[in-house]
């Protein structure tokens, strides 16, 4: 198994698998020492792209389903190399400098150096960490006939380049889905609870898509939900935070039973 992916085991009869790709600030010694930008210019990048609180967010949700799902926390920044880039996006975002492994910082000032080799770093974190996913994946599918894998991040308030309506706040909680991975059931479900729960949810705004490792890309009895929370909803000891640790576990519940039903697994 991958060093830096930490597997929280839960039941064997449980499909669910909790997803934390972005929640570290952690980067090794050796792969800082690539960077051209300053310590606090990489300080500020952290703050941005950090998923600050989805890791605690994450271990309420799973406590309180009595730690019968999976859950898989990434242990390194995405700064590293970032698992949340979609195999398919992968031209473009590379194009920016924001692909798998980031040459250029949220600001467009330059991480790595210009003309940056980053094969090493993918094949020691990137590709090793959708690996790692995929043997994940694949046991639960071989042990429940399902897998269905709920992907949480978080974000800032208000970042201009995400802005909806100016002067508003984002949602409370964006849904992202994907055509295949995300059956209506499925989708529908979570936005209902999370709304019950008091919180304004939109789907697919101001992101979209769902985290699938490649092998299982398209593969329809692999389902995907992602659940991007604002961060100043996840405080620690908030009522807020309680709220949507609460609503977490309860949509955890829900995608059990989904996933074998026939309805959440199409062959």
């Not at 090794?28 to 952290?46: C, H, R, S, Y």
């Not at 802005?163 to 409370?172: Q, S």
């Amino acid at each position: 198994m991958y060093d830096y992916l930490t597997i929280d085991a839960g039941a064997n009869d449980c499909p669910v698998i909790l997803h934390v790709p972005h929640a570290s600030r952690h980067i090794p010694d050796e792969v800082a020492a690539d960077f051209v930008a300053t310590p606090e210019q990489v300080e500020t990048e952290l703050d941005r792209v950090t998923d600050t609180g989805t890791d605690t967010l994450a271990a309420a949700a799973h406590a309180q389903f009595g730690g019968r799902c999976w859950m898989a926390t990434n242990g390194i920044s995405r700064v590293v190399a970032d698992p949340g880039r979609f195999y398919n996006q992968r031209d473009s975002m590379e194009a920016s400098g924001r692909g798998p492994v980031y040459t250029r910082l949220a600001d467009g000032d330059l991480l790595r150096p210009i003309g940056f080799d980053d094969s090493e770093l993918k094949a020691k974190y990137f590709y090793p960490y959708d690996d790692a996913m995929s043997e994940l994946v694949g046991e639960r599918l071989r042990d429940t006939g399902a897998a269905v894998i709920v992907d949480i991040h978080s974000y800032n308030d208000q970042p201009d380049e995400y802005r909806i309506h100016a002067g508003k706040l984002l949602p409370d909680v964006c849904i992202g889905t994907h055509s295949v991975h995300s059956p209506a059931i499925l989708t529908d479900t979570a936005a209902r609870i999370f709304s019950e729960a008091g919180f304004k949810v939109e789907r697919n705004t101001p992101f979209t898509g769902v985290y699938i490792p490649v092998e299982f890309e398209m593969n329809a009895k692999v389902l995907g939900i992602m659940f991007e929370v604002r961060d100043d909803l996840l405080a620690e000891g908030s009522e807020t935070a309680d709220r949507v640790a609460a609503a977490l576990a309860e949509v955890i519940r829900e995608a059990e039973v989904i996933a074998n039903t026939e309805m959440g697994r199409p062959h």
